[in-house]
């Protein structure tokens, strides 16, 4: 295949931070990527949504740069973002080529110096900010309280799946301004940290940078790993009642972690279920039946587990019901028969186009210098992306057929049906009501 | 070693040489434009069919027929079903993409270079030989319908349609591209097919396309796909719809979609304002920039930053060929709802005149604007993209590179002076899509009168 690779040199600094370099000259920016360790797995019950909160601090100043970090990366031309998931959280900037210092300053000076700039009162605002960002990405959005149903069953209460990122609530509300220093002094130093630059930028020079601006930043010892099991040994049914016109059915299954056997091919059954309306799912329920508005399906794929997910929403007319049984008639003849040969190829083309189409951009989500740290921190190899692809085209028929035999069981799922307020008799029989807020 | 000196923030060297990307133009016999860009980074090519196919077209109790008239295409050709098309696309990889705008609507394939070919025969295929079957519109319309209803329980969506119905009233950019219930009803799949026969001219219609290529060769693909276009009218001029009416002062200046116990209120502020090609238009870019258009705008840090009232709120004009509203939007803390407004019409206001930017203020918009605009030249999609908005407004092929030294001349007196001519506080429409009983007897203090109560599929 054309061009897919993704080329780059790696050092690590004495105090244990990965730096990566990587180099496209097309266009006269870089982007600064720096991947941390840390997620919301890393949480407690009762402490939940904090590694997101604290990622917002990030922006709010350091002891050298002690006022707003959007400023000074806005007025050289460039972008910054960050995010927060379960297994970590990642930072970037991209800017051009004439800011890559100042970048790399302001990514180094939080990561060395952040505590002296959080005041009481940043941590309240932003506190309210997230309470904010909570309300209007779940609670005032249709169905937006079902991924937080659907993994507090898959996982157990101490498992740290079991909650979401953005947290609960009342955890929100009860954080103190003292959980941000244990939770710095823990996970944001160079040795739980990887930096990547991707752009406009000489592969020696981007070393000599990195030393500069991080070389004498005290490193820390690597964090204890987070290990938990979770299982799921029987069908469970779930109801939410929600603000919305159509019921949804939600089926969730565990499945691989990340890079585990068989995480890829979840990930193709998921493309040949319910992408395009070639899709098996679609065809069925969308395009011939029309008994279903939408279907997706995927492999949500983390670190120390993963979930396959399957969702439909009913046209008026159908019930729950009715959608389990045709959903469960495809997921039957699947795992049965296994996909065509046809359907192989077809799964395997479109992932071998995106593996390429991903290489377009160098920073932002997604593009190059978040891909080789996420390599890096998941793998240990920022040159996992060739091993990654074949995984996808090493997949075979009977790949395929087997891990859908092993994750998709009936007996072992949970089944979420979201119904209109005062409208429980549409959800699935048996299924008991459960409360998220 | 020399460590980092943190006694002060490093700083940002000359800005580097960008070269713009340069675009070639071509007509086809059959009068079509195609507009060619060499991009040589990845082995990916993006094509864009710009057609004048835009909701505006929509007339008077057939709203949504642009649109679900776009979403017919691709539900067979020739010989292929939906099914068949949806298979061919995914067996190259493509990504197809439909955007029904209120002016045109564009229509984009990205493939590997390797398949560009097949991919544009595919896109030429469903855009000009549609088979438009009576089942698959039956289809396709229910689904619009229900798409409809589950759009109500969406606090954006709602405030969009009920913002634009605000904004323009009955004029045909008055209506999201979906349309509403009872038109979309009444629609026949003989009005696809008629709309699709008057509106798909090859003479009223741009292709650009971006890839690893020559102009020739990237000519040549769209030439192969789209040389057996057959127009049936003259070419028209793409000028102005018949959006620009007199703009007379709303009546309204308040409004509200009662959400029964939401937790934030989905907030939009603006009016009527401004056209793309007025020459105004770097200092409104520079204004918005300042004023709301990025996090570090005055609005955003005020409600976020200082505030914490939401997690974000941002400023913007949406730019047609007709007159544009301006206008804010944001999702408020129920509770803060009240002050969010008096603050944002505080800041509309001091814009105007009484805080003009600071000298600070007018660096940071101006080089975040210049500074950053390469990086919108990465990818082939984002290039073919830019060049059909340039075709959409009639922007010459100088554009990009004109850019910057126009946002750069642009002073704090200009951006005064287009906030005094463009943004007026008392023509301000607020509108409110929350819950009532808790916000209702708060924004009684802001002066703007009774409040007009609408449905949610207004």
Known sequence: MENASLPYAKRTLSNGLDVIVHEDHHVPIVAVNVWYHVGSKNERPGRTGFAHLFEHLMFEGSAHHNTGYFPPIQRAGGLLNGSTNTDRTNYWEVVPTSAVDLALWMESDRMGYLLPAVTPERFETQRDVVLNERRQNYENRPYGFALMALVAALFHEQHPYNWPTIGSADDLRAMRLEDVQAFFRTYYHPSNASLTLAGDIDTERGFELAERYFGNLPGGPRPVRVEAAAAVTSERRLLLEDRVEMPRLYLAWLSPASYADGDAEMDLLGDLLANGKTSRLYRSLVYERRVALDVSAYQSSRELAGFFLLVATAAPGTSLTELETLIGIELQALIESGPTESEMERAQAQVEAHFIYRLQTVGGFGGKSDQLNAYNIMRGDPGFFQHDLARYRDATIESVTDTARRVLGFDRRVMLSVVPRGQRHLALPGAEPVSVS | ?458
């Open chain 2, 1 to 458: 070693m020399t460590y980092a000196d943190r006694s002060r923030l490093p700083d940002i060297g000359p800005d580097p040489a960008f070269t713009f990307p340069r675009i070639a133009r071509h007509q086809l016999e059959n009068g079509l434009q195609v507009r060619t860009v060499e991009h040589k980074t990845m082995p990916v090519v993006s094509m864009v069919v710009q057609v004048e196919a835009g909701s505006v077209a929509d007339s008077h109790g057939r709203e949504g027929l642009a649109a679900i008239s776009a979403d017919m295409l691709d539900e067979g050709t020739g010989s292929l079903s939906a099914i068949d098309v949806s298979d061919a696309f995914a067996r190259i990889g493509a990504e197809y993409d439909v955007d029904v705008g209120p002016d045109v609507t564009a229509f984009t394939i990205t493939t590997l270079a390797r398949f560009a070919e097949r991919g544009a025969s595919l896109l030429a295929d469903i855009l000009l030989r549609p088979s438009l079957r009576e089942a698959d519109f039956d289809r396709v319309r229910k689904l619009r319908l229900d798409r409809l209803r589950q759009l109500k329980d969406s606090p954006p969506a709602v405030a969009e349609r009920a913002f634009l119905r605000l904004m323009y009233g009955d004029h045909a950019y008055g209506h999201l591209p979906i349309g509403n219930p009872g038109a979309l009803a009444a629609l026949a799949l003989d009005d696809v097919a008629a709309f699709h026969g008057e509106r798909f001219q090859p003479s009223r219609a741009t292709v650009v396309v971006a890839g690893p290529l020559s102009h020739d060769g990237l000519r040549d693909l769209a030439e192969g796909a789209f040389s057996a276009w057959e127009g049936t009218a003259a070419p028209q001029q793409q000028g102005h719809p018949a959006g620009d009416r007199e703009v007379v002062g709303a009546p309204t200046r308040l409004a509200v979609v009662a959400r029964e116990a939401a937790p934030q209120s989905e907030l939009r502020m603006g009016h009527l304002s401004a056209h793309r090609n007025s020459p105004d238009y770097p200092a409104l870019l520079v204004m918005n920039a300042l004023l709301g258009g990025q996090f570090v705008s005055r609005i955003n840090l005020k409600l976020r930053e200082e505030k914490g009232y939401t997690y974000g709120a941002r400023t913007g004009f949406d730019w047609r060929r007709g007159l544009a509203p301006f206008a804010l939007q944001a999702s408020i803390h129920t509770a803060s709802t009240a002050d969010a407004i008096a603050d944002c019409f505080a800041e509309f206001d001091a814009i105007r005149g009484r805080r003009p930017p600071t000298e600070s203020e007018m660096a940071l918009a101006k080089a975040s604007l210049t500074r950053g605009y390469p990086r919108g030249f990465e990818t082939a999609h984002q290039v073919a993209r830019a060049v059909s908005q340039l075709a959409l407004f009639g922007l010459p092929d100088t554009y990009f590179e004109e850019f910057v030294p126009r946002v750069s001349a642009i002073q704090a007196e200009d951006v005064v002076s287009a906030a005094e001519r463009y943004i007026d506080p008392a023509r301000t429409v607020t509108l409110v899509v929350g819950d009532y009983q808790a916000v209702g007897p708060t924004l009684g203090a802001l002066g703007l009168g009774d409040p007009q109560v609408l449905p949610a599929d207004a």
